[in-house]
């Protein structure tokens, strides 16, 4: 299964008119979630430009199957309605899962979640890989080791950008077949050893040179709200679950009635950006 987190620790702060209209549905998961989510799911276009990267990015949004109301999940921070000044219904933080009617992605389960006031700032996307059907190792006698942890490829989009590998390794030496979980990391600002730039940064040196890579088409546009217009038609009539500011939201089966649970990213503010 895949995991895409967009959280944020700040509240509404002077964007509190603006936000109440609205809510984290329409401020975030219409634009910065799906662009995140095709950008994981879409295929490789034939050519690196604009057209085509926006061609396979609509293929994957026209893919994803009609949302039930199970499949959503809607909070709201517990100062909110102090901060706007009324006794508001709007979601601050939505989680989702989403099933992708392709071959690549059929039935591999996709969960997005969003959300203000949350423990940590980060977005990342976790992709889980299949356990192998067999495994030579355990079922024969040959390690003493049980692995139950999945390989896993973490990319993190902010801060601190990079990609973490994580792998089931062989203890090195005689003695037997010992595996334990390793990690590979991959730091761009280790790296490369320079200031990255920042995402309004980066759009607009692309205004200046003319790439429309990371903008959206009319037509991917219009395919995101053709999925997000029910959604918004759902939370308006229900009650968001209120949760603790500084927590990773409120609880839910979303995850848990599929015998999973949310991988909340690492805390790295103390690391090198």
């Given amino acids: 299964h895949v995991q895409i987190t967009v959280a944020e620790t700040v509240g509404v702060g002077n964007r509190a008119a603006y936000y109440d209209q609205y809510g984290a549905i329409r401020d975030m998961l219409q634009n910065h979630l799906l662009q995140l989510l095709c950008l994981v799911a879409m295929e490789p276009p034939a050519r690196f430009n604009a057209d085509q990267v926006r061609n396979e990015k609509l293929r994957v949004l026209q893919a994803i199957r009609h949302i039930q109301p199970d499949d959503i999940r809607l909070g709201q ?37 969003t959300g203000k006031k949350l423990g940590i700032r980060a977005s990342e996307i976790i992709v889980t890989f299949k356990d192998r059907p067999h495994d030579i190792f355990a079922k024969n006698g040959i390690t003493d080791t049980k692995n139950e942890i999945p390989n896993r490829l973490i990319i993190r989009v902010q801060p601190h950008e990079g990609l973490r590998l994580m792998l089931t390794s062989k203890e090195p030496g005689p003695g037997g077949m010992r595996l334990f979980p390793s990690e590979l990391n991959l730091s761009f600002g280790e790296t490369f050893n320079q200031r990255l730039p920042e995402a309004y940064e980066r759009l607009l040196m692309d205004i200046a040179r003319g790439n429309q890579t990371l903008f959206m088409r009319l037509d991917e546009v219009l395919a995101a709200w053709e999925l997000i217009d029910p959604l918004v038609a759902m939370a308006a009539k229900s009650v968001p679950v209120l949760y603790r500011s500084g927590t990773m939201g409120p609880d839910d089966a979303l995850l848990s009635r599929d015998d999973r649970k949310w991988l909340d990213p690492k805390d790295e503010t103390d690391e090198p950006g």
């Fill in 77 to 113: 921070y517990q100062d909110y309605a102090y901060e706007v000044g009324n006794p508001s219904t709007t979601e601050t933080y939505v989680a989702l899962k989403l099933l992708i009617d392709n071959w690549r992605w059929a039935g591999v389960p996709f969960y997005v979640r």
